[in-house]
């Protein structure tokens, strides 16, 4: 059935996140992808408006849209709007099953929301910290290479916080990047209304399990000698894990309830 659909990896990403947006809002309200051509600013790429989307919108390149188009998975109502076709809801389908069992599907998620352009856009210098920690978690287990991964953890969950203060300008904000749960809370507080009474707890319980994280990395970039305790390669897998999962639901959960 979908032997024939070729796709660049771009556009097979593009496809995750229109069918993802189309998701996030509930049957009745559903709405088209109206796509606004390059801006004033001389940008090459548009921006694609949904209600689902982080933020309501994303920079897209308009020949990927009519690329999945082409394919039958967009249907295109004029050059400015467009639907996901049942499909594209089946190609979707078809795509994460093919990523294996379960409990890798749900990684991948991960993966490829951190991976995506538009974490890496807002969240620059905090992923190309973790994305280091990472590489590194595979290529050594060496003592010294542990303790690095500790360390640049730390540094991807405090550029992490700090590019979320930028962006939504907080001013009466604590300024030590060390800090980073005050730092976080302080974002939270700000979206407080916007997150409503069921989200915002649990952001809020997320802060606290950050916490606890964070004392994983302490003694990750301290080569664990306050506990005594000789680093192993579980403990820099525990800690590059863990701190894409805070980062990956706060990110997710600001942009995308409210």
Not at 21 to 40: C, D, I, L, T, W
Not at 79 to 84: A, C, G, H, K, R
Request: hydrophobic residues 40%; proline residues 2%; negative net charge.
């Amino acid at each position: 059935m979908f032997e024939n659909i070729l796709l660049e990896q771009e556009q097979k990403e593009l496809l995750f996140i229109v069918v993802e947006a189309a998701r996030n809002v509930p049957r009745e309200r559903r709405q088209k992808f109206y796509v606004s051509s390059g801006g004033m600013d001389g940008s090459l790429q548009s921006s694609l408006m949904h209600q689902g989307l982080p933020n309501g919108q994303i920079r897209v390149y308009e020949g990927d849209i009519e690329t999945l188009a082409h394919t039958e998975l967009l249907r295109l109502t004029n050059l400015m709007s467009f639907d996901v076709t049942p499909l594209g809801f089946k190609y979707y389908e078809y795509l994460k099953q093919r990523v294996g069992q379960p409990i890798q599907r749900v990684e991948s998620v991960i993966q490829n929301y951190m991976a995506s352009d538009l974490f890496q856009q807002r969240y620059a210098q905090a992923y190309q910290k973790w994305a280091s920690a990472e590489a590194m978690l595979w290529s050594s287990d060496s003592e010294q290479q542990l303790t690095t991964i500790g360390h640049l953890c730390r540094e991807a969950i405090q550029e992490f916080a700090s590019a979320l203060v930028e962006q939504y300008q907080l001013q009466n904000v604590d300024q030590d990047k060390a800090h980073v749960v005050a730092r976080l809370k302080a974002v939270l507080d700000l979206q407080s209304q916007r997150l409503g009474t069921t989200y915002k707890p649990f952001l809020e319980t997320l802060l606290s399990y950050w916490g606890t994280v964070s004392d994983l990395i302490q003694k990750q970039e301290h080569g664990g000698q306050r506990e005594g305790q000789t680093l192993v390669w579980e403990d820099a897998r525990r800690v590059v894990f863990q701190t894409a999962i805070v980062m990956f639901e706060i990110s997710s959960g600001i942009t995308h309830n409210g």
